[in-house]
């Protein structure tokens, strides 16, 4: 760990980082099986999601770590809100997706009021989750970055003890991967990439 006001090395050129960058495929969150990451190994992934570009020093997320046996109760009372809400049968579907892995990071996005813009804020929230995925990456782990509705039901993002002005930024499921890696389309970058003189 660097110590305050310590200098940092300069960037190094990496054909490592880069390929792995090329190849970055989020995995299905319902393919995701053990081994996942060690509490040593966890505890890293959470410092390097933690290094984050964040306007203000404001810090505005916070993590909660979930294991199989959370993840289990708080699916159980889930399928009764749908149940409660007859709700559609994807929306039970989708609950398997958060039992799977062997670890769960749910990534709260606790933005300050008052202080710099609200969407830089939730945008910081959102550069931790890819972050997490970068550093589980690092150690060899497949991930998922998702929501699902329970994300936004306020009875449901209750269970997993959000409070008023708290969102869901992501739910990031890390594990092994039981099934080949298949490549999806990517953007056409000519039609995304406007450059000025």
């Keep these: 760990m660097v110590a305050l006001n310590e200098p940092l090395p300069p960037p190094v050129p990496s054909k490592d980082f880069r390929d792995r960058l090329a190849q ?28 984050t570009p964040d306007h203000g020093k404001l810090f505005p997320w916070r993590f909660v770590v979930l294991g199989p046996q959370s993840r289990a109760d708080i699916a159980a009372r ?26 769960t990071i749910l990534v709260v996005s606790t933005p300050v009021e008052g202080s710099k813009p609200i969407w830089e804020q939730h945008l910081s929230a959102g550069a931790v989750c890819m972050n997490l995925e970068h550093a589980a990456s690092g150690f060899g782990y497949s991930s998922s970055w998702i ?51």
């Design 24 to 51: 970055r495929r989020s995995a299905p969150a319902q393919a995701l099986v053990a081994p996942g990451p060690s509490e040593a190994e966890l505890d890293e992934i959470l410092t390097l999601g933690a290094r």
């Design 78 to 103: 889930l399928a009764v809100l749908v149940e409660l809400r007859n709700g559609p049968a994807k929306d039970q579907a989708v609950l398997a997706k958060l039992t799977a892995a062997p670890v």
């Design 147 to 197: 929501t699902d509705w329970y994300s936004y039901d306020p009875q449901a993002t209750a269970l997993f003890g959000l409070t008023e002005g708290e969102s869901v930024a992501g739910f990031i499921h890390i594990g092994t991967l039981n099934e080949p890696a298949l490549e999806r389309p990517r953007p056409d970058l000519a039609a995304k990439v406007t450059r000025l003189p």
